[in-house]
């Protein structure tokens, strides 16, 4: 991040109205946009989703747990975690 003098970046107008509430300090200026989550980009996060998505529908329909963990080479466990945690969103 490398500091920029306003007065060479910003019209006059506005370098006079934010001299009015801050004059001669350093200021940072945030990033409008906001930063993806977590696998939003990789496309992880919808993999994952899907694959619990599967696994829910699969233990609804009478598959067992331990036949999960070996499908899905997963923890009993992390399949437990999957199948009896409420899915918010």
Do not use: C
Not at 16 to 37: C, H, N, R, W
Not at 67 to 81: C, G, N, P
């Amino acid at each position: 991040m490398g500091y920029k003098n306003a007065a060479e970046l910003l019209p006059p107008n506005l370098l006079e109205d934010l001299q009015k509430y801050f004059s001669g300090g350093i200021i940072y200026v945030p990033k409008t946009s906001q930063k993806a989550a977590w696998g939003e980009l990789s496309g992880s996060r919808r993999d994952i989703d899907n694959r619990n998505r599967d696994i829910r529908l699969l233990f609804k329909s009478g598959v067992r747990v331990g036949e999960l963990s070996e499908q899905f080479y997963l923890s009993e466990e992390t399949i437990k975690k999957i199948v009896y945690t409420k899915k918010v969103g």
